[in-house]
């Protein structure tokens, strides 16, 4: 063998041991695995659901919050048509901007998801008291129609990941 088939294979070794310490290192520090946990998380703050649901499995109750008759039949037909479980409809206070929704800990990975319905250009409202995984839609006047697949499929990007409200923890991956 030649001396410089002997120095190429040394080299190759030496860069395999440091990739393997670099692996070992990496793998020992990573603080990935409870990033979501609630450990640390303060007595009597609620745990909030992250995830983000199916539409199948995502329940709404519509509410007009305008002057125009039958938006939110017209609206829940529309979710009903994507899968949704649109529980009620019905008309709520008058609201000015495009929509509000009202959702409590285990509903926060669904609003997330129907704000990108709304481009984004929902209000939240979370309520930390509140039992129930469903989510209020509460329509405005500045409300005209709901996104696009596409629309909201974009719009799921440019929002990222669901994040927990103020006064909550993320609830572990195990509790759900």
């Not at 509410?63 to 479980?85: C, H, I, M, W």
């Not at 209020?136 to 440019?158: H, R, W």
């Amino acid at each position: 063998m030649s001396f410089a088939r002997v120095r190429a294979l040394v080299v190759v070794g030496l860069l395999a041991a440091v990739a393997l310490v670099f692996v070992v290192v990496a793998v020992v520090r990573d603080t990935q695995g409870s990033g979501a946990s609630a450990r640390g998380c303060p007595e009597g703050w609620p745990l909030a659901d992250l995830s983000l649901r199916t539409y199948k499995d995502v329940k709404i109750n519509i509410l007009n919050g305008t002057s125009e008759p039958g938006l939110a039949s017209s609206v829940g037909d529309d979710f009903r048509n994507r899968k949704f479980q649109v529980k009620k409809e019905g008309n709520a206070a008058h609201f000015d901007g495009v929509a509000l929704l009202r959702f409590g800990p285990k509903g926060v990975g669904s609003a997330h998801l129907l704000r990108a319905f709304f481009l984004n250009n929902a209000e939240r409202d979370y309520d930390a008291k509140r039992q129930d995984d469903t989510v209020d839609v509460v329509l405005g006047d500045g409300f005209q129609q709901l996104a696009t697949t596409t629309e909201v499929n974009q719009s799921l990007g440019d929002l990222g990941a669901p994040t927990a409200p103020e006064g909550s923890c993320p609830m572990p991956v195990e509790n759900k």
